[in-house]
């Protein structure tokens, strides 16, 4: 598998990351923490997205701290069939400081291998939720849904986050999301407080399981919550 690529941060990246290392350290208060993977489509036109998500994955280790923590693999696909992932980190200011050296280049999405990835990584050990951040998907529904459907088997929702109103997406995401035992959500490019919002609910999902997602106030939370199937 590819790794990351590095780039100079530019000042504004620069700035963010000094702001992160000043927040206080996340101290679980469990022994496990719970694990989640960040997949976030990086094909052309997606550099604004990125950006935005980048400056909100503190979100999540925030989110958790009471919960036992969290660790985070970030994911994305990019260019001619590049795909890559980090280790699972616990540390924002890591996981921040690779997302800023990774730069959006055009090409295909690549959905499928991105579930295909999740599902090898918690046949290893279990993930707790995959979230996928994107706003097109370029592929046939079918594959991309079985692979889904085996990762709901193995216990790991996904969560589609869907920015923009492409309807074919939003279908193949809605069922991607069904079939897995998630949800779909859409966001705004132009409301970061809404992508924050449901970042925030799936990380307190993956370290807490659902209980703790039924405590947790907002507007994500609770459309989240309501899609989940009833439990067994």
């Known amino acids: 598998m590819s790794q990351l690529p590095t780039k100079p941060a530019n000042p504004a990246v620069a700035a963010f990351l000094r702001k992160v290392e000043a927040m206080p350290a996340v101290r679980p208060t469990s022994a496990r923490r719970g694990r989640l993977i960040f997949a976030v489509d990086a094909t ?133 999301a069904k079939v897995s035992g998630g949800a779909w959500a859409p966001f705004d490019a132009g409301s970061a407080e809404a992508l924050r919002d449901l970042l925030r609910a799936v990380a307190v999902f993956a370290a807490g399981g659902r209980a703790a997602l039924t405590r947790l106030p907002g507007r994500g939370a609770r459309a989240i919550a309501g899609q989940l199937p009833a439990p067994r």
Request: charged letters at 20%.
């Open 44 to 176: 052309a036109s997606r550099q604004p997205a990125w950006d935005r998500a980048c400056h909100l994955q503190a979100e999540m280790f925030q989110a958790t701290r009471d919960l036992g923590g969290l660790s985070v693999q970030l994911a994305y696909w990019r260019g001619y069939q590049e795909f890559a992932a980090t280790p699972f980190l616990t540390d924002t200011m890591e996981l921040a400081r690779r997302m800023s050296g990774v730069t959006v280049l055009g090409g295909q999405t690549q959905v499928l291998r991105c579930l295909e990835h999740a599902l090898n990584e918690t046949k290893r050990e279990k993930v707790n939720a995959l979230v996928l951040v994107g706003d097109a998907l370029e592929e046939a529904v079918d594959p991309a849904c079985h692979a889904a459907g085996q990762l709901g088997l193995h216990g790991t929702p996904v969560f589609c986050f869907q920015e923009g109103g492409d309807r074919a997406a939003e279908m193949g995401f809605r069922q991607i």
